[in-house]
């Protein structure tokens, strides 16, 4: 069922959808649980996190941004990267897409711009893309390699945008599974709806979604509905 939480702007079309990759357009099989513990023995090792953070508030890509701002040197700073891309490219070895991605980006291709952002490595999410036969449906993927920060800041949406400077804001709109897909969108000025997510989680994180929803082809039918 479609959950309208808010209102997005009636009489604003959009033209372009921002796509978060991992459990919204693939069936991501990554042991993120894993990643996370793996970096923050290094992060922690290193003096740049504290031995004694609950991680429960964490994603890895928030352990290593953190990192960064209690000064850990580019070397280092490689060094988690590469250990975050070694479980990215074991966990989408095989990846599949969600069900009715393929038909949902057939869909939209040449109507709207429509491009990934994404915490993972670019060339990882291009391989994968690719390796499930749908790369040739956007026209951008931007990875953390173009991020000054990765979500939940919004720098990689603001990056993806500046590719299309003729399209507001407000004409896009972003598709994710996460709160942090969310809190980016919203700190770049884009509405977002969120997929199978805990309403919850979102609530208790400050992020009010425009839209719910439980399939893709349900994100479908609320774009035909907002007559876009």
């Known amino acids: 069922m479609i959950r309208q939480d808010a209102a997005r702007g009636r009489g604003t079309k959009i033209r372009g959808i921002l796509f978060d990759m991992d459990n919204t357009l693939l069936c991501s099989r990554i042991d993120y ?26 994603t890895t890509s928030m ?15 490689r060094e988690a990267i590469a250990m975050a891309a070694g479980h990215e490219l074991a966990g989408m070895e095989g990846a599949g ?13 040449g109507k709207y711009v429509l491009a990934v952002v994404t915490n993972n490595s670019e060339p990882a ?10 790369r040739s449906c956007f026209d951008l993927v931007v990875g953390r390699e173009r991020m000054k920060e990765m979500k939940p800041s919004a720098s990689g949406f603001l ?3 500046s590719f299309f400077p003729g399209i507001r804001p407000e004409e896009w709109v972003a598709l994710g599974d996460s709160w942090i897909d969310g809190k980016a ?5 884009v509405p977002f709806v969120s997929y199978r997510a805990s309403a919850e989680e979102m609530i208790g994180r400050g992020v009010r979604p425009v839209a719910s929803v439980d399939s893709l082809a349900q994100f479908g039918e609320w774009l035909e509905g907002e007559g876009s």
Do not use: C
């Not at 941004?65 to 280092?76: F, Y």
């Not at 969108?185 to 000025?189: F, I, M, R, S, W």
């Open 185 to 189: 969108a919203l700190d770049a000025g």
């Open 33 to 58: 649980a894993a990643m996370k513990r793996d970096v923050y023995a290094y992060l922690s090792g290193g003096g740049w996190v504290p031995a004694d953070l609950r991680l429960d508030g964490y």
């Open 63 to 77: 352990l290593i941004d953190e990192a960064v701002r209690n000064g850990m040197p580019e070397r280092s700073y």
């Open 97 to 109: 897409l969600e069900p009715g991605a393929a038909e949902l980006l057939e869909s939209l291709r």
């Open 159 to 161: 990056t993806a945008m």
């Open 125 to 134: 999410a291009v391989r994968a893309l690719e390796w499930t036969g749908i």
